[in-house]
């Protein structure tokens, strides 16, 4: 009588397989969460760029910023018409959703500053850095680094100032609207906001 001998692997080789397996996992996860954490910060610039790119078409045709005051991004003039002569939109993309690559909803903002005895206007998007939304700091100072060339996080396009609150300025002009300081009439012709280097 002959015995069937099936080969199978022993308890020590499957524990050693698993073993290697899990090595590789503990050493490949921090890779990969590197890598999505990259691609974020990719994507919120790439959605700075676009709103940039927006905003300026807007002005060409509009000649001045949209009045946007806390707007998601399906209620902006960007997307919806505003009833302004000239207005040629949408200038954004209407299936842009708006939330941020970390889960929090964005929104847009035209705020009137006064800096010395300058009037300035920025066109900024904001998102929040809550605890559901969690930014890392160190995606923070890469985006800083990337849009003004250091790490300032209170000046330049890239600001995180209000506790829980990022802004990123698209868009500035520093004469006002009309070139004139005053920011109460559209720029002369030519003499269009420029977006910051």
Not at 65 to 81: A, K, M, N, Q, W
Request: charged share 25%; glycine share 8%.
């Amino acid at each position: 009588m002959l015995l069937n001998k099936k080969k199978a692997f022993t308890l020590i080789e499957l524990i050693v397989v698993i073993a290697i397996l899990a090595i590789l996992a503990v050493a490949l996860i921090p890779l990969i969460n590197n890598f999505i954490e990259k691609s974020r910060i990719s994507t919120i610039m790439t959605t700075a760029a676009t709103l940039e790119t927006a905003a300026v078409a807007f002005n060409a045709d509009v000649a001045s910023f949209p009045d946007d005051e806390g707007d998601t991004f399906s209620e902006t003039e960007l997307v919806v018409d505003p009833s302004k002569a000239n207005w040629d939109g949408p200038y954004l993309n209407r299936t842009t959703d708006g939330v941020s690559p970390w889960g929090s909803e964005m929104f847009l903002d035209k705020l009137n500053m006064s800096v010395g005895d300058e009037n300035r206007i920025e066109y900024i998007f904001t998102f929040e850095d809550t605890d559901e939304a969690n930014v890392p700091d160190a995606s923070i100072r890469d985006i800083d680094k990337k849009m003004d060339g250091s790490v300032t996080l209170d000046s330049g396009k890239f600001q995180s100032v209000d506790e829980g609150l990022i802004d990123i300025v698209i868009i500035t002009d520093a004469f006002g609207e009309d070139g004139d300081g005053n920011g109460d009439g559209p720029p002369p012709i030519g003499d269009l906001p420029k977006p910051l280097a």
